[in-house]
């Protein structure tokens, strides 16, 4: 049938892609279902390191990676799955209506940020509050922005926000922050940037646009910072949601347990990228295209028995 496949990417971010460029020089007829442009490394304004690239946009990055899957002719379908059932076939269902099937499938979703859930922070998403610092910073030309986290994703945030802002609050609720070294040396440098560790932003509060944050414990004899903005950058976890019904083996964090061939404990599904628990839980860009490299590899060995 046309809408058979022997395999099925879900998720179009690095894993995704690497996965259907690997399937499809195996010859395996396949389907990408994903957005590439709504992966999160398109939120990355600059990859450092990434073998062959001395510094790229994850924008940029992904768009030459989703022209060469397109190069070897392969689909990739922008709507969203809705449901994964399973028979004699994988049955994926779509947003659009739409219908698939596959012998095989490869999860490669990826991860959606972290939410505080503070009050007002839901209240003035898009109104001050943002997990994108890629996409905002430059709205905060000339103003002083709180950017909350201690990871590589935070301290790349406050760098990028501090070339418009004119203050940079970085925020932090342990004693030193954890992310790479080169990272924090470029914080250390950056006069625009007041590193405040161990606090918690407890509340956004403001009117038409964010005032004030406030903090559980005093910075320099008071609570609360005045701000135009803030940018959450705690993290991410790991998007399930669909395969919550086929019985996918999954660790204390939520993430899909792998066996060195990318394959889960359900026969037929593969799993690459921040989704799973492989590559020691090191989220990297360049982890991600090899869990995917090796799923398509994995999906090939099992479909040659089959």
């Not at 790479?180 to 470029?186: K, S």
């Not at 399930?240 to 060195?260: A, S, T």
Request: with cysteine; hydrophobic share 40%; proline share 2%.
């Amino acid at each position: 049938m046309e809408n058979t496949y022997d395999l099925i990417i879900v998720g179009a971010g690095p894993a995704g892609l690497t996965a259907s460029l690997y399937a499809a020089r195996y010859k395996i007829k396949h389907l990408v279902i994903g957005d590439p442009f709504a992966s999160m490394i398109c939120e990355s304004h600059l990859l450092e390191n990434f073998p062959g690239f001395e510094k790229i946009s994850g924008l940029e990055f992904i768009t030459k990676l989703s022209q060469q899957v397109k190069n070897y002719g392969i689909e990739i379908n922008s709507a969203k799955v809705v449901q994964l059932t399973k028979k004699d076939l994988f049955q994926v269902k779509l947003n659009t209506g739409q219908e698939f099937f596959a012998q095989s499938l490869i999860i490669a979703t990826g991860t959606e940020r972290k939410k505080l859930t503070i009050p007002g922070e839901k209240e003035f998403l898009g109104r001050g509050v943002s997990y994108c610092a890629t996409c905002d910073a430059p709205l905060f030309k000339g103003k002083t922005v709180a950017v909350i986290g201690g990871a590589n994703s935070a301290l790349m945030a406050a760098d990028l926000t501090s070339q418009y802002a004119q203050k940079v609050y970085l925020i932090y609720r342990g004693k030193e922050f954890r992310a790479e070294p080169i990272w924090q040396e470029r914080i250390k440098e950056n006069k625009k940037i007041v590193s405040i560790f161990e606090r918690n932003v407890i509340e956004i509060k403001g009117e038409e646009g964010i005032k004030e944050i406030i903090l559980d414990q005093e910075y320099e004899n008071k609570k609360s910072l005045k701000v135009d903005g803030v940018i959450i950058e705690i993290g991410a976890e790991p998007v399930l949601g669909i395969i919550k019904d086929l019985g996918v083996e999954v660790d204390e964090q939520g993430l899909i347990k792998i066996e060195k061939d990318g394959s889960t404990n359900i026969a037929g599904i593969f799993a690459a990228g921040d989704v799973t628990n492989g590559s020691n839980k090191f989220r990297q860009v360049i982890t991600a295209c090899a869990e995917g490299a090796i799923a398509a590899l994995g999906v090939y060995n099992y479909l040659k028995k089959k």
